[in-house]
């Protein structure tokens, strides 16, 4: 092979001056430098993602318009939309939303009943929620409903209690780049989360009498309860630690009782179950269908140009053999292949494309404790240190003529080190001591094997900076400096996941500190981060939960497991996993496809949570293959061992942002578009930058669990996103 043939495709045409004149570069610019990756460490170290697109690290993504043939707004919306401003309704009413992530964003609330059983319709009295709804319009829609997807495409990133209207609003433009652009996406707040209300917030508080709101209130008073947990550690960090967080997950239970108990029949805490939520999404299928029915009493407007080839071959507007009209077209990753699941098997003649990505074991999920999820966590971690001594200088941590194994021994004499005594660091912006412990730096660790293709060169760094004694800039204050401001956060944090984790639990948690005990140690024998991973999720937490779900949880556990034969579904489900995942092996996608008739598997060859994690063209060629046409690979044979795999040429060090520099072309990188038109390299592209944001997105749920100093470096002083700033002397 030339070296001409195999140089990325966008790399060649810089290099020629001309571009085909449907292809258009990225608007961003090659984020990798060493520079730029000192930064973005920091960035997923601290895990606050949407307060980073807030303040300017990648919200410019969503401006681009030129060729997005959208609807023209006769007025540009809000850059900034406050949910409350938007009216809740029965039916789908969209309207324009926070123009800061993109001119054409449009949400809605609708209205669902809280109680299924206690329909709307028979007393105005019946409790509701009011779901939160943001949706990326695919192209050439006008004014008239009718010219939207006969199904959208509804997206829920995990959890329990994941943002879907957030994850919506930051990946809106790379999902549409990367499954053609034509089918309306749709993020949505599952009851409880987010933006949806009544919110499942344990530390709901009134307005202070100083002046803050009481969502502020309720949010310093959080991290303080985070912060004072800091020093507990992890299960093992001592021998009181389990007994420490046994207690603090029962102080969090009495606290949710009693806001439980303030609501009584009405409160959400009761209906937050996944088998409400599947409800919800079946009414906001139904409600669209409602919405796109109904003429547009406007003349409809468009600049629907001529189609590409690609283009028609995607469009859903024409029209297809396989309709899903009526039916759920979903993309669901870890925990949202469990409500995934759960919808297909509630109502499995309403299902019309199912992509359950990074499957969770739903035997385990409802189970006390989901023990065997880290099966394959530690393997997942062994290849940092090939890796590392693979990439030579470029990994930070590696040191001249290291093999993989004395990479491995010098990160034990780190842990070694920090274990006998924490670290004391004076952070550079602001005069407050911080202890950085051991369980600290495995935390860390744990959330950068969800994805290694990002987080192993950023983690490096870290590591290189410990073993230097030199991590005053990357760590933050304990607490935030500006209490007394008031905050306009683009998520505020809620209890939505022990609400719905616990409530989902077929067999409860409610043992003393001696069985616990047991329960860790039997944990620990399937990964080395059961210290981890029992206080996080809905395991330690749900011992002693207080709150019964007014609904018995779904019967995984023999259900439909015991079933004679397969749930059949009206089309089939594609489930998807990497064949190293840190926290839903691949035998949990195994189990769960063999639960529903007809479903396939595509194993992508990569480490890391959810095949987003690693950028592999056949994998994406898979999930477009299934949306746009319905074709899935051919069934599993499990006597056989024999399924779909997929290859990732992407490692750490490797990534497809310094394929695409010409500044690191000769870095072993080329291959990555070795062959790819430029169409499939853009594809690419905004593939590898919907894994970045996958993955900040699920280090903010790690940091909603356990305050780490190494991660908080934004939040030592959040920006309020608000003009109204009153100190705490003001009335």
């Known amino acids: 092979m030339s070296v001409e043939s195999s140089i990325s495709p966008l790399v060649r045409e810089k290099r020629s001056g001309t571009l085909h004149p449907s292809i258009q570069p990225s608007s961003q610019k090659p984020r990798w430098s060493w520079s730029r990756l000192a930064v973005v460490s920091l960035a997923i170290l601290s895990g606050l993602w949407l307060l980073n697109h807030v303040r300017g690290t990648r919200m410019h993504s969503g401006f681009r318009d030129p060729e997005s043939g959208h609807q023209e707004l006769s007025k540009p919306p809000e850059l900034w939309t406050e949910w409350s401003t938007i009216t809740p309704s029965e039916k789908l ?36 929620v009011h779901i939160a709804l943001v949706m990326k319009p695919g192209r050439y829609r006008t004014d008239d409903p009718s010219s939207y997807s006969e199904s959208p495409l509804l997206l829920n990133p995990g959890g329990p209690g994941g943002s879907g209207a957030n994850f919506a609003m930051v990946t809106g433009q790379n999902l549409h780049a990367v499954l053609g652009g034509s089918y309306d996406v749709i993020g949505f707040d599952p009851r409880g989360v987010g933006a949806t209300t009544p919110k499942a917030d344990c530390f709901v508080a009134s307005d202070d009498p100083l002046g803050l709101d009481g969502r502020n209130v309720a949010y310093v008073n959080r991290l303080g309860w985070l912060t004072s947990g800091h020093d507990v550690g992890l299960v093992n960090s001592s021998n009181v630690a389990l007994s420490k967080l046994n207690a603090r997950a029962k102080a969090l239970s009495k606290l949710c009782k009693r806001v439980d108990e303030a609501g009584g029949d009405n409160s959400i805490f009761r209906y937050a179950s996944t088998p409400n939520v599947a409800r919800d999404m079946l009414s906001i299928v139904q409600a669209w269908d409602e919405w796109r029915s109904v003429p547009s009493t406007s003349p409809a407007r468009s600049i629907r140009k001529s189609q590409t080839t690609d283009e028609l071959w995607t469009d859903t507007t024409t029209g297809s053999k396989d309709s899903t009209k009526g039916k ?25 494309r199912l992509i359950l990505d990074g499957v969770v074991d739903a035997d385990q999920y409802v189970d006390r404790l989901s023990k065997d999820a880290i099966l394959d966590a530690d393997e997942t971690w062994e290849t940092f240190f090939s890796y590392c ?55 860390i660790v744990f959330t950068s094997l969800f994805a290694p293709v990002l987080a192993f060169p950023s983690l490096a760094i870290l590591l290189r900076a410990i073993a230097d004694d030199r991590l005053d800039s990357l760590v933050a204050g304990p607490v935030p400096t500006l209490f007394c401001h008031k905050l306009k956060l683009p998520l505020w944090p809620d209890d939505a996941q022990p609400a ?39 395991n330690l937490v749900c011992n002693g939960w207080e709150i019964e779900a007014k609904e018995p949880p779904m019967r995984w556990g023999d259900h439909p497991v015991n079933k004679t034969n397969p749930i059949e579904t009206s089309f089939p489900i594609l489930f998807m996993s990497n064949n190293l995942d840190p926290v839903t092996p691949l035998h949990g996608a195994l189990k769960m496809t063999q639960k529903f008739s007809k479903a396939s598997l595509v194993v992508q060859k990569a480490e890391g949570h959810c095949t987003v994690a690693c950028v592999s063209l056949c994998t994406i060629n898979h999930i477009r293959a299934y949306i746009d046409k319905g074709v899935l690979p051919p069934e599993p044979r499990y006597d056989e061992s024999e399924w779909t795999t997929c290859e990732c040429g992407e490692k750490p060090w490797k990534s497809l942002q310094k394929a695409a520099s010409l500044s690191n072309a000769n870095e ?47 939040f030592t002083n959040p920006v309020p996103m608000s003009e109204e700033q009153p100190s705490c002397m003001e009335p």
């Open 500 to 538: 719905v984790g616990c409530s989902d639990k077929r067999y409860k948690l409610n043992d003393d500190v001696p069985t616990l005990q047991k329960r860790f140690e039997e944990m620990a024998s399937y990964s080395s981060f059961a210290d981890i991973w029992m206080s996080i999720g809905a």
């Open 93 to 128: 009413i969209w309207q324009p939303c926070f123009g800061i992530y993109g001119s054409d964003l449009k949400c809605a609330r609708l209205t669902v009943p809280m109680d299924y059983h206690r329909p709307l319709n028979e007393s105005t009295d019946n409790p509701k």
């Open 389 to 443: 001594a693979e990439a030579g200088p470029r990994c930070r941590f590696y040191e001249l003529g290291d093999e993989p194994e004395d990479i491995k021994l010098r990160f034990s004499e780190v842990m070694e080190r920090l274990e006998k005594e924490p670290i004391i660091v004076i952070p550079s912006d602001i005069n407050v001591p911080v202890l950085v412990t051991a369980g600290d730096v495995k935390s």
């Open 328 to 352: 759920l077209v979903y993309w669901g990753f870890s925990y949202g292949t469990i409500l995934g699941a759960t919808f297909a098997s509630m109502f499995p003649d309403k299902v019309g």
């Open 668 to 714: 072993g990188t080329e291959d990555l578009f070795a062959g790819k038109t430029a169409e499939e390299a853009r594809i690419m592209m905004a593939y590898s930058d919907l894994r970045d944001q996958f993955a900040d997105f699920t280090a903010l749920q790690h940091e909603s669990q356990y305050r780490n100093p190494l991660r908080t470096a934004r």
